[in-house]
């Protein structure tokens, strides 16, 4: 289903406004307009018989019906006539084995429960819709199936997705047959009659939301560029995700840079630490044998005549190589002396 199919049919249901013209500006095949006052409700947008919106409907539902109970088993044709050389074809889906009969016309009607007669009735019954109609249909049509030795069960349905007691008890028929082909137990029966409940449901909604939409007051283009718009604010929406991404990635690496480049420090910081500790005992590397190593500029370097601030700036340069506490207390000790 359509965004913009879901999004009308939902605030339909729910009884939200609809976004409707002044008038229906839907045609007939002749040209002429329904021209018929729309309200902001959708009432007439589903109920109007000007355009192919409710034919339509009706044979959504009688297709989704068909191919539901030829998943049960049934042997079905659609739209067939039960008396030779007649007009009328009172029978949507003709199946064949139905409940122990040879044959069974079934007539589907999906009808709008929201009409002046029905909103003016001094008890609101939110069936009368459905059972009217199926009454109608089997008062006009029973006896002709009748007299050509057919069943008939009339099936209707309402714009809110509510059933008759006919079309109810077929359901509850094509779901166990369902349940018996498939081999599953008895308590599956009730909830395979809810999923085709919900397949023939959405299948009108589908319908109706189509109708809805071909007398909005929004045209085609102006929906294309929502649409478009819709799209944009998408894929802009993605580009930040991405770039968010990858910023957090570079930030991820160059942190990791900076903690191995942390880590390498530390180790070599450590073996720095660890030759400066073993260089202890070395009789070399104390502040004599350091100044012995200096040959012949060992003599200009005990002549040096050294200030306090000299001796500060030796040993803040010799404090930044790693050397073991005790050569810096030694050299300390003999720059003081000097």
């Not at 009706?58 to 030779?84: I, M, P, T």
């Not at 016309?105 to 007669?117: F, L, S, Y």
């Not at 009730?190 to 449901?201: D, G, I, Y």
């Not at 450590?270 to 070399?284: F, I, N, Q, T, Y």
Request: hydrophobic content about 35%.
């Amino acid at each position: 289903m359509r965004r913009a199919v879901f999004l009308t049919v939902l605030r339909w249901w729910l009884g939200g406004r609809i976004n409707q013209a002044d008038q229906c500006g839907v045609r007939k095949a002749t040209g002429q307009m329904c021209g018929m006052e729309l309200d902001k409700w959708g009432d007439h947008a589903v109920s109007c018989k000007v355009g192919p919106g409710v034919i339509a409907r009706h044979n959504g539902v009688n297709l989704a019906w068909l191919l539901a109970e030829k998943a049960a088993g049934y042997s079905v044709q659609r739209e067939q006539k039960v008396v030779f050389a007649g007009k009328k074809k009172p029978a949507d889906t003709l199946v064949w084995g139905w409940k122990g009969e040879d044959a069974c016309a079934q007539d589907w009607a999906v009808v709008h429960p929201m009409t002046k007669k029905g909103l003016g009735a001094r008890k609101l019954d939110p069936y009368e819709a459905v059972t009217q109609a199926e009454e109608r249909k089997k008062r006009l049509e029973s006896s002709m199936c009748a007299d050509a030795g057919v069943g008939f069960v009339p099936l209707a349905m309402d714009t809110f997705g509510g059933f008759g007691p006919s079309a109810s008890e077929a359901l509850e028929v094509v779901a166990d047959q369902m349940r018996t082909l498939k081999g599953e137990e008895d308590q599956e029966k009730e909830f395979r009659a809810k999923r085709l409940a919900q397949k023939l449901r959405i299948t009108m909604f589908r319908a109706m939301g189509h109708q809805i939409l071909a007398r909005a007051s929004v045209g085609r283009l102006e929906e294309m560029e929502a649409q478009t718009e819709w799209e944009e604010e998408s894929e802009e929406e993605e580009e930040e995700e991405l770039t968010d991404k990858e910023e957090d990635e570079e930030e991820k690496k160059k942190r990791e840079e900076e903690e191995q480049k942390k880590d390498e420090e530390e180790i070599q910081y450590g073996k720095r630490k660890k030759m400066a500790l073993d260089d202890d005992d070395d009789p070399e590397m104390t502040t004599r044998g350091i100044l012995r190593q200096l040959g012949d500029v060992e003599e200009e370097v005990l002549e040096w005549q050294f200030t306090y601030q000299d001796v500060v700036a030796v040993l803040e340069y010799i404090s930044k190589f790693t050397v073991s506490r005790r050569v810096l207390d030694a050299v300390s000790d003999h720059l003081l002396a000097l």
